[in-house]
């Protein structure tokens, strides 16, 4: 294996990375070599992201990013590094954890590249630091599919596999996904330094992301001129918007540690995740979650919760105990309103007003009392709001309650008089997609890709990349779910 020789391809264009987060210092992250794997092959390319990237299309086919990105070749100009930090999971302390299979190799193009499952790094603890085939394969194609639905989220470039065997629960195969954000800092790393009453180093991260992401905060004049209290108050709000995303989109993410909530608002660290299918509010899609901690609609709680916990570690820099409790106060009011703007693109509201709390309170309950399928019920509605015709039938049919949901709809119709219903329609389905990743279609791709057909992953990326477009070829990854998919256990285990 070499760790040297720059191949020739790689370097058109070659890339010019740097390495801001590594250049915070030995108390941030280690330098951190990626485990070679044995004959990696490409299992998904995200095309669309490496346009956006500026990538040459010839990097899809290229062996020495197979190669690199596999882990079995050093980028030039990168400087692999793992980075500490701490958290807590499922409401309790966890202490130290850290980048246990995730290697950062700097940044390129805007954004930070990570190899997730390149070996093990200083905090695996007792982990392989591996990521196994079925895991992979759904966060590559959860974080393309959450950015076609305009939700924010960390990115995947591609997964290369490998037939080298990880232990799970049984003998699975290895996978790398590259991913890519601004940052990959989450709450979990101020807790760590705020726990270890490392405070020098607590604020050179905070003055490193505020200088970079959040620059208002450093010249706030909101919260007496604290920037740490304004950077509490700005995350606050873009994890309410994202939390208010994933409500209106039925996305369950599983495993809301503080160690997964990333200081950008972005979703990350897709595990147990799953789209909602018949809408069920108290959903757990994590079978390892037995209190129902992270249920679907525990989720904005939740949110709050883990603020708390990012509010109690930034409080040695916003000192005021007051100030740190205005700027949390936020999520009760941004998370709300978000939600009800989501909720009014669905109903076909023009950009920027509310949905009537009433008319969203009243369906989601008629959801899920007949139990009815979250992402169908919405796109039907969509389509069914452009003529309002007697003897269509579409959506009613999906209730058993036909009596409520006919009251329903007469309220929800009184939305959009009859001019305006096909700009209503058109608004519609545009907010509300005809394709989600559904927990069967994911299994369908990785049944497929264990089989080393990787065609199924290429197919439902094209859809999901677009979720809001037709596809009339790809009608059946847009029905309901099979019988089968109630039977998929989703776990930690990755
Ligand atoms: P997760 O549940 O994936 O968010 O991971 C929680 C923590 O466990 C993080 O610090 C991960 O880096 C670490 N971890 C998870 N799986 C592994 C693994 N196979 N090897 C090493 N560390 C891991
Ligand atoms: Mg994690």
Request: with cysteine; proline share 6%; aromatic share 10%.
């Amino acid at each position: 294996m070499n760790f040297t020789s720059p191949n020739a391809t790689l370097a058109s264009p070659a890339l010019a990375w740097t390495h801001r987060f590594s250049a915070l210092g030995a108390h941030f992250s280690m330098p951190t070599l990626p485990t070679p794997l044995a004959t990696p092959y490409w299992v998904g390319q995200s095309a669309k992201l490496a346009a956006e990237l500026g990538l040459e299309p010839e990097w899809m086919a290229s062996d020495a990013w197979l190669q690199a990105l596999s882990g079995n070749d050093v980028l030039p100009g990168t400087k692999p590094s793992s980075s500490v930090y701490s958290g807590h999971q499922f409401g309790v302390w966890a202490g130290q954890l850290g980048d246990g299979r995730a290697i950062l190799l700097g940044e390129a193009l805007g954004q930070e590249w990570q190899l997730k499952g390149a070996g093990p790094t200083a905090f695996s603890r007792r982990g392989d630091g591996r990521a196994v085939l079925r895991s992979s394969i759904r966060e590559f194609l959860c974080s393309e599919a959450m950015h076609g639905l305009h939700i924010p989220s960390t990115r995947a470039l591609c997964v290369t596999g490998s037939d080298a065997p990880v232990r799970r629960e049984t003998l699975e195969t290895a996978a790398v996904v590259t991913r890519l954000a601004p940052s990959f800092i989450r709450f979990g790393h101020f807790e760590h330094f705020s726990f270890k009453q490392q405070h020098e180093q607590l604020k050179t991260l905070a003055d490193h992301v505020i200088e970079r992401f959040y620059p208002d905060c450093g010249d706030s004049t909101d919260f007496a001129n604290n920037p740490y209290a304004a950077l509490l108050a700005a995350v606050t709000e873009r994890s309410a918007e994202m939390v208010a995303h994933w409500q209106s989109t039925g996305f369950c993410h599983g495993v809301m540690n503080t160690d997964n909530m990333s200081i950008l608002g972005l979703t990350m660290d897709y595990g147990p995740f799953q789209f909602l299918d018949a809408y069920a509010p108290g959903h757990i899609c994590n079978h390892s979650d037995n209190q129902g901690r992270y249920a679907f609609d525990q989720q904005p709680q939740v949110a709050y919760w883990n603020l708390y916990c990012l509010g109690q570690a930034l409080l040695p820099l916003i000192q005021d105990q007051d100030e740190a409790v205005a700027a949390l106060d936020g999520f009760q009011t941004h998370f709300p309103q978000a939600l009800a703007l989501r909720f009014g693109a669905k109903l076909g509201l023009p950009a920027g007003q509310a949905a009537p709390d009433a008319l969203v309170q009243d369906i989601r309950n008629l959801l899920a009392v007949d139990a009815v399928d979250f992402t169908i019920f919405w796109r039907r509605l969509s389509h069914w709001v452009a003529a309002q015709d007697a003897t269509d039938s579409s959506v009613r049919d999906l209730f058993l309650d036909r009596a409520a949901i006919d009251a329903w709809l007469a309220r929800f119709a009184q939305l959009h008089p009859p001019e305006s219903r096909g700009l209503a329609s058109r608004r519609m389905l545009g907010a509300n997609p005809k394709y989600v990743l559904r927990n069967h279609l994911g299994e369908l791709a990785i049944r497929a890709a264990q089989q080393k057909d990787f065609s199924v992953i290429a197919d439902l990326l094209k859809v999901l990349q677009s979720p809001f477009d037709e596809h009339s070829q790809y009608e059946a990854y847009a029905g309901f779910p099979p019988d089968w998919a109630s039977g998929i256990a989703i776990s930690c285990s990755s």
